[in-house]
Structures are given as structure tokens and as C-alpha cells.
């Protein structure tokens, strides 16, 4: 019998809420150790995903428009937390939540889908997670790594 993305997903996900400041998620990003996470509702439904590309984009954005902050600098606050950073910095991008910076559109499979097709959206839309959802529902996650899992296995 053939695996499916039920049987390889990740069901324990860290999640995030369209108003959670992204200083926080950075945070959690990094204690978490991982580079995005679902964006759900009250409700539990989904919303849209943020990733660290989304986190940098937004402290680019910031740079931009801040003082004091430098290319180097932005990038170096998203490995760590953001608390090394003026003030300034912080206060700004403090008031910048998820909803702000979030991508809308995500890519998700059903629980019944087969790991070539979860495999084939990955690599088609050049991304390293799909969520796997029934209706706008999270159950859980899938990751280009739990992919890389199944090939170390499978020897």
C-alpha cells in the first residue's frame, strides 16, 4: 500500500495568528528552530503562511525606511533576537503584525494525497513545506525534510 500525506505528515505544528507582532514570531522562529509556520484564525483555520524570506522582506522594507539599521544588520537581527537591535528598529517593526507580511495564498494537499504529488508541489512551486488540510482545517505539515526521511529509509 502506498504512503500518503496522512502518513508522513507532521501533527504536532507550530502555528502562528494573523496578530502576533512579527517580533514575536521571529522569535519563535528562532527558538523553534524552523523557517515558517501556518497563519491560522480564532477558528483554527487557515489563513496564510509566514516564513523567514516573509521576516526578511519585512525588516528590508524597514531598513529602508529606518536609520541606523544597515543590510548587514538586518540580517543578522533574524538569526537572533531582534532585542540586540535599537530601539527604534524594534518599535517600528513591533508595530508590523503577521497579517502585514504574510503570504495569503498557500499550497496544501489533502490527507489521502500520494508523496509523489506532495513531492511534485514542492518542487513545482519551489517551496520546502506543504500544509495538509481538509477543508480550510490544518492537520498537519510536511516539509522537504520528512521527504529526505522517507529516501534515508527506504535504503
Known amino acids: 500500500m502506498a504512503l500518503t500525506a496522512s502518513d508522513i505528515m507532521q501533527t504536532q505544528v507550530v502555528t502562528v495568528s494573523p496578530s502576533d507582532p512579527l517580533h514575536s514570531v521571529q ?3 528562532y527558538e523553534e528552530e524552523i523557517h515558517g509556520a501556518p497563519v491560522v484564525d480564532e477558528t ?3 489563513r496564510g503562511m ?3 524570506m516573509d521576516l526578511i522582506r519585512a525588516v528590508m522594507e524597514e531598513n529602508d525606511s529606518s ?3 544597515d543590510f548587514t544588520d538586518a540580517f543578522e537581527q533574524l538569526g537572533g533576537p531582534w532585542e540586540a537591535a535599537s ?3 524594534q518599535d517600528r517593526l513591533g508595530e508590523s503584525a503577521v497579517a502585514d507580511v504574510m503570504t495569503e495564498s498557500i499550497v496544501s494537499v ?3 494525497a500520494s508523496i509523489p504529488e506532495v513531492a511534485s508541489l514542492l518542487r513545482q512551486n519551489r517551496i520546502h513545506r506543504v500544509l495538509v488540510v481538509k477543508g480550510d482545517n ?3 505539515i510536511i516539509s522537504s525534510f520528512d521527504l529526505i526521511q522517507l529516501l534515508e529509509e527506504a535504503d
Open 27 to 29: 522569535r519563535l522562529f
Open 44 to 46: 483554527s483555520r487557515v
Open 50 to 52: 509566514i516564513s523567514s
Open 67 to 69: 536609520t541606523g539599521v
Open 87 to 89: 530601539q527604534e528598529f
Open 110 to 112: 489533502d490527507p489521502t
Open 138 to 140: 490544518l492537520l498537519g
